[in-house]
């Protein structure tokens, strides 16, 4: 139990993890991944490369000691995650091994001057609080999922039976389980964990469901990345016949139930959670805008889908904006960067709308500015983070 005393500790802490906090868990990272080999697969190498995931991390520590008497404050900091982690399969016995890690890291980065004994007192405190909060969140998640029809616990063998060039840049791999039992429903918007063995070494990725999952099939649709480990060997070394490990599909980034106009917005492989959200949607007969963005038409995945889609749900209106022209794919209805007079065109007249946004983080940034901008209750725009989360500023 955290006495105030502790608390106040912790947050004193607070202006060293503003200007610090970054080299702090960088440190964290590299003395964890290099001491603890069983916990690798659990970690994105190339978001450490870019500092993403150290960024993230250091802000989600800095959120927990500012609001460490309130919270409640976290808001959805929280839910996404223990949904992050249960699509991982983050494991009890994996927090002692970040606690330690961090611990050191405080100690040995801020130095005995300041990281005192009460200080590091303190913080194992606090985060043996919020250890045992992600513990029992999940675990309840773990059964709940276990126990679902068609719901397991754990890794499960899938066969992958179909794989269809989307794009110059994106295939969908479509998974059936090698059981031949039933599958977990997936909510529109929510991913799925991935664990592979490459050279040697497990690795594990989540990739969004890009359709849903009344099949009896999983499909992801995967953009190749240029040095991406996981993404090159789907593309290159994925065929039908081979078998994967997944893990039940997880996320908070879910299709919410409303009859307000719903538009969606996307940018690059960003399509893809808002495929089944689409699908989902037009069995509502909920008005629905549809607006993609892309570098050009050879990269535009599922344009044919949607143009279908269009044509047979007089509620759907799509709109397609390309960087630039290929001279080769159908237009565009905008070259160029979507703007916010474009996407004020493209928006429904009435802004009380339930907006759903992902793309690249610029791109998302942009959106966010223009909803606001145009109009639309903060509340009311939804966007979420392919890789680590990060604030839109």
Same mark, same amino acid.
């Given at each position: 139990m955290l006495s105030a005393q502790d608390r106040a500790i912790v947050k004193s802490t607070v202006p060293l993890l503003e200007s610090g906090g970054e080299a702090l868990i960088t440190h964290f990272y590299r003395m964890m991944l290099s001491e603890y080999p069983e916990v690798r697969p659990l970690f994105n190498q190339a978001h450490q490369s870019s500092g993403d995931q150290p960024r993230a991390l250091a802000n989600g520590v800095l959120m927990y000691a500012r609001h460490i008497d309130q919270l409640d404050q976290l808001g959805d900091l929280v839910a996404k995650i223990i949904?992050?982690?249960?699509?991982?399969? *983050?494991?009890?016995?994996?927090?002692?091994?970040?606690?330690?890690?961090?611990?050191?890291? $405080?100690?040995?980065?801020?130095?005995? &001057? *300041?990281?005192?004994?009460?200080? $590091?007192?303190?913080?194992?405190?606090?985060?043996?609080?919020?250890?045992?909060?992600?513990?029992?969140?999940?675990?309840? *998640?773990?059964?709940?999922?276990?126990?679902?029809?068609?719901?397991?616990?754990?890794?499960?063998?899938?066969?992958?039976?179909?794989r269809v060039e989307e794009s110059d840049e994106i295939i969908s791999f479509y998974f059936a389980p090698v059981d031949n039992g039933p599958i977990l429903a997936a909510q529109p918007g929510q991913y799925i964990g991935l664990k592979l063995e490459l050279d040697g070494e497990e690795v594990r990725r989540n990739y969004s469901l890009s359709a849903l999952t009344d099949t009896g099939m999983y499909r992801i649709s995967v953009k190749r990345e240029a040095g991406g480990r996981v993404s090159n060997y789907l593309h290159d070394q994925?065929?039908?016949?081979?078998?994967?490990?997944?893990?039940?599909?997880?996320?908070?980034?879910?299709?919410?139930?409303?009859?307000?106009?719903?538009?969606?917005?996307?940018?690059?492989?960003?399509?893809t959670?808002?495929?089944?959200?689409?699908?989902?949607?037009?069995?509502?007969?909920?008005?629905?805008?549809?607006?993609?963005?892309?570098?050009?038409?050879?990269?535009?995945?599922?344009?044919?889908?949607?143009?279908?889609?269009?044509?047979?749900?007089?509620?759907?209106k799509r709109f397609y904006c390309y960087a630039e022209e290929d001279? *080769?794919?159908?237009?565009?209805?905008?070259?160029?960067?979507?703007?916010?007079?474009?996407?004020?065109?493209?928006?429904?007249? &009435?802004?009380?709308?339930?907006a759903y946004f992902l793309g690249p983080k610029g791109f998302m940034a942009a959106i966010k500015r223009y909803l606001n901008a145009l109009?639309?209750?903060?509340?009311?725009?939804?966007?979420?983070?392919?890789?680590?989360?990060?604030?839109?500023e």
């Open positions: 949904n992050k982690h249960v699509a991982l399969q *983050i494991l009890p016995e994996h927090y002692p091994i970040v606690g330690a890690c961090l611990l050191r890291a $405080i100690s040995e980065v801020l130095g005995s &001057e *300041i990281a005192t004994p009460e200080v $590091i007192s303190a913080w194992g405190k606090a985060y043996g609080q919020l250890a045992d909060i992600l513990i029992g969140a999940e675990a309840a *998640i773990y059964e709940e999922k276990a126990q679902a029809p068609g719901g397991w616990r754990g890794a499960r063998p899938f066969l992958l039976v179909k994925m065929h039908v016949g081979a078998t994967v490990d997944l893990f039940p599909p997880s996320g908070e980034f879910i299709l919410q139930a409303s009859d307000k106009p719903l538009v969606l917005i996307s940018g690059g492989v960003g399509i959670p808002t495929l089944p959200m689409l699908e989902a949607a037009l069995a509502t007969k909920r008005p629905v805008h549809f607006i993609h963005c892309a570098r050009n038409g050879g990269v535009h995945a599922f344009r044919d889908w949607v143009d279908t889609l269009a044509a047979q749900h007089p509620q759907l001279g *080769i794919s159908p237009a565009a209805d905008k070259v160029g960067i979507l703007s916010q007079e474009q996407l004020a065109a493209w928006l429904p007249e &009435e802004r009380d709308i339930d109009g639309v209750p903060q509340k009311q725009a939804r966007y979420e983070f392919f890789g680590p989360a990060a604030a839109l």
